[in-house]
């Protein structure tokens, strides 16, 4: 593996009920938040649908590309559930039941059915359908579950995990804490913004190119509004990437507006 501050972390979060607005997103702002906790940032996500070939397309970029990724969705056992197909087909391999994750799937509902929800029989057509939970591309591991018991899987540094929050976020703090643990807090990334006034954006952009050609590794961003109640518009603008450059960026940028006629507020 190379050095995080080099290697970028992507996210996938997969279900057409996400894409019709039955029900909303909660995975993004969750794992940006993780990675942050961890000095590691997320490069890109997207949202997709429950369609095996889009799927199949998708995980054949990413998996070519050599990011971390995490994915969010879509590995049950009802027909709507695409990605352990799609990502078998990527890979060019065979899905098979895993034995662990047979053992612990077993485990739970054994459980469930001493508490009289459920037979204790597995190979009942209900309880073969939750064994298939199991059944992952060839050459995967195991991503615990603590919620359930019933686990993701591992391969070629993509993590696939279940929609449901709950189940979701251990599983992908489990596999930073436990895969990624040495590329934590490996490049601190800062980032400062102001707001400036009195300044279209237009005017400030040779700044902000001047930036990004001379401090390597440094991010410009601008984020401009109109003006609302009353309000004057003003620019977000700012920079971000790792110390003392993007202090010396920041510094610089300041002068910028200035010499431009803007004026400014923290």
């Excluded at 034995?99 to 508490?115: C, D, H, M, V, W």
């Excluded at 019933?150 to 279940?162: E, K, L």
């Excluded at 005017?203 to 309000?231: C, M, Q, Y």
Aim: net charge negative.
């Amino acid at each position: 593996m190379s050095n995080n501050s080099t290697r970028k972390i992507g996210l996938f979060i997969i279900g057409d009920e996400i894409l019709s607005g039955r029900r909303q997103d909660k995975h993004l702002s969750t794992v940006i938040s993780m990675l942050s906790g961890r000095g590691m940032q997320l490069s890109w996500a997207r949202f997709l649908p429950d369609d095996l070939d889009t799927l199949v397309q998708e995980y054949k970029r990413s998996f070519a590309s050599g990011d971390i990724v995490f994915s969010c969705g879509g590995i049950g056992a009802t027909p709507d559930d695409k990605t352990r197909d799609a990502v078998a087909l990527a890979l060019g391999v065979e899905l098979e039941l895993h034995p662990i994750a047979a053992k612990l799937i077993t485990s739970r509902f054994q459980e469930l059915a001493k508490e009289g929800r459920g037979s204790i029989d597995m190979g009942t057509p209900e309880n073969q359908r939750r064994l298939a939970m199991g059944v992952f591309p060839k050459g995967a591991e195991i991503v615990p579950n603590p919620y359930n018991k019933i686990p993701g899987f591992f391969i070629q540094d993509h993590t696939f995990v279940p929609g449901f929050p709950e189940m979701a976020w251990p599983m992908i703090e489990w596999t930073l804490d436990h895969r990624y643990e040495q590329y934590h807090n490996l490049q601190r990334v800062e980032e400062h913004s102001i707001l400036a006034y009195s300044l279209p954006e237009s005017r400030i952009t040779p700044a902000l190119e001047f930036i990004e050609i001379n401090w390597p590794g440094v991010k410009t961003f601008s984020l401009p509004t109109v003006a609302r109640d009353n309000n004057p518009p003003f620019v977000d603008l700012g920079v971000k990437g790792p110390s003392p450059a993007v202090q010396e960026a920041f510094s610089y940028l300041k002068g910028e507006i200035l010499r431009a006629g803007g004026r400014f507020s923290h």
